[in-house]
């Protein structure tokens, strides 16, 4: 019976193993931004995203807090931005500041692949100098 059971689970559990992603689960994945045929943009282009980021980023008051923040973000199709993540935080609010920031951009020109808009990934290093 024991032996039964096992062979009935062990079925089972290769229903989940060997399941594919569906078609459009993979097409919704995003590209890379350096893979993307045509690159979405920041409204201005990049200078003005920086300038962007400049103006409305606030450094923590820590004395002597410095080092880069990383954060990743996607630009979807529609240009908005979404899935925003710290990759690299040096502490005191500043990776949380980075995301604040970046979440306040406005939309973007999405980017392209084959003709069609594709979701985008963006990492933004935010270099911080101590005081």
Same mark, same amino acid.
């Given at each position: 019976?024991?032996?039964?059971?096992?062979?009935?689970?062990?079925?089972?559990?290769? !229903?989940?193993?060997?399941? !594919?992603?569906?078609?459009?689960?993979?097409?919704?994945?995003?590209?890379?931004? &350096?893979?993307?045929? %045509? #690159?979405?943009?920041? $409204?201005?282009?990049?200078?003005? @995203?920086? #300038?962007?980021?400049?103006?409305?980023?606030?450094?923590? &008051?820590?004395?002597?807090?410095?080092?880069?923040?990383?954060?990743? @973000?996607?630009?979807?199709?529609?240009?908005?931005?979404? &899935?925003?993540?710290?990759?690299?935080?040096?502490?005191?609010?500043?990776?949380?500041?980075?995301?604040?920031?970046?979440?306040?951009? $406005?939309?973007?020109? $999405?980017? &392209? !692949?084959?003709?069609?808009? %594709?979701? %985008?990934?963006? !990492?933004? $290093?935010?270099?911080?100098?101590?005081?």
């Amino acid at each position: 019976m024991k032996k039964y059971l096992l062979i009935i689970i062990a079925m089972f559990a290769t !229903q989940f193993i060997f399941a !594919q992603a569906s078609l459009n689960a993979i097409k919704s994945l995003p590209i890379n931004y &350096e893979d993307a045929e %045509v #690159k979405p943009e920041f $409204p201005g282009g990049y200078n003005e @995203f920086m #300038k962007f980021i400049a103006k409305n980023f606030k450094t923590p &008051e820590v004395e002597g807090l410095s080092g880069v923040v990383r954060v990743s @973000f996607v630009v979807e199709t529609t240009g908005k931005i979404s &899935e925003i993540k710290i990759l690299k935080d040096i502490g005191s609010g500043a990776g949380e500041e980075a995301v604040r920031v970046v979440s306040k951009s $406005p939309n973007w020109s $999405p980017g &392209e !692949q084959d003709g069609k808009p %594709v979701r %985008v990934t963006f !990492q933004l $290093p935010i270099t911080i100098k101590g005081y």
